[in-house]
């Protein structure tokens, strides 16, 4: 099967092949590989977004950061989104279709506490799907070692469309930890969201986000089974 030009088991020898790179040589060999194909980030401004948004520009200082606005952030990371706007980065924001008002005049009110995964979908899934129909190539922050569900991330993988195309995925951070983010951030005195000083460890939605009180991401969803919005699953 080719995706982008690129066969299947081509991209999971270099998938190998770059187990032992850098985030840098990560991403140029992604800018390299895919020159002249549609490459963009996507971001939550979590700690590992804000430096991979960093380590991208420096490389490629106009390459197009989409981002999901679902209506439900906090200021405080909408304040940092504009914050890298305000550095140059080329942010794109992304709505859902439907605003938050008229979901609960279809759905009811507060449908994050009654069907998070129901919520997720219209607010962050079906966006998510959209920008991937804008990209060939999706360069995520996910890191490996997150939470349970992330610690397979390959470097290189892909993502289905909703035509059943497959976009290249590629996680230049998986191999990274949280040290090595932070780190990072602080060598290179990147803004970050400053929830992440009061007890937060990954951001997402003001509703279903907490405090973490075990794994980086327990302080999403607490209380449920549920630990992704469903967008790595595509
Ligand atoms: Fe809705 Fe919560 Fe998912 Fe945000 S994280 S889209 S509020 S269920």
């Not at 009110?109 to 920008?131: G, N, T």
């Not at 129909?133 to 909703?162: C, E, K, M, N």
């Not at 302080?219 to 967008?231: F, L, M, N, S, Y």
Request: aromatic share 8%; net charge neutral.
């Amino acid at each position: 099967m080719s995706v982008g030009g690129v066969d299947l088991e081509d991209l999971a020898r270099e998938s190998a092949r770059l187990e032992t790179a850098t985030p840098q040589e990560v991403l140029a060999w992604t800018f390299a590989r895919f020159r002249g194909q549609r490459v963009g980030l996507s971001s939550a401004f979590g700690a590992e977004g804000c430096a991979l948004i960093h380590l991208a520009r420096e490389q490629q200082p106009d390459v197009p950061v989409y981002t999901i606005d679902t209506g439900y952030l906090f200021a405080e990371s909408v304040a940092l989104r504009e914050a890298y706007r305000a550095m140059g980065a080329d942010i794109r924001v992304v709505e859902p279709l439907i605003t938050i008002r008229t979901q609960a005049e279809r759905h009811g009110p507060d449908l994050f506490a009654r069907e998070p995964d129901a919520c997720c979908e219209i607010r962050k899934v079906e966006p998510m799907r959209r920008i991937l129909t804008l990209l060939d190539v999706w360069i995520t922050a996910v890191r490996r070692d997150q939470s349970d569900t992330r610690q397979h991330t390959p470097i290189v993988g892909t993502a289905a469309r909703p035509d059943g195309a497959l976009v290249v995925k590629v996680a230049p951070l998986a191999r990274w930890t949280r040290r090595d983010t932070w780190a990072y951030i602080f060598d290179h005195a990147l803004p970050y969201n400053r929830l992440l000083d009061a007890g937060y460890t990954s951001i997402g939605c003001e509703p279903c986000t907490r405090p973490a009180a075990g794994d980086e991401r327990s302080g999403r969803w607490a209380g449920r089974d549920k630990t992704e919005c469903g967008i790595h699953h595509l």
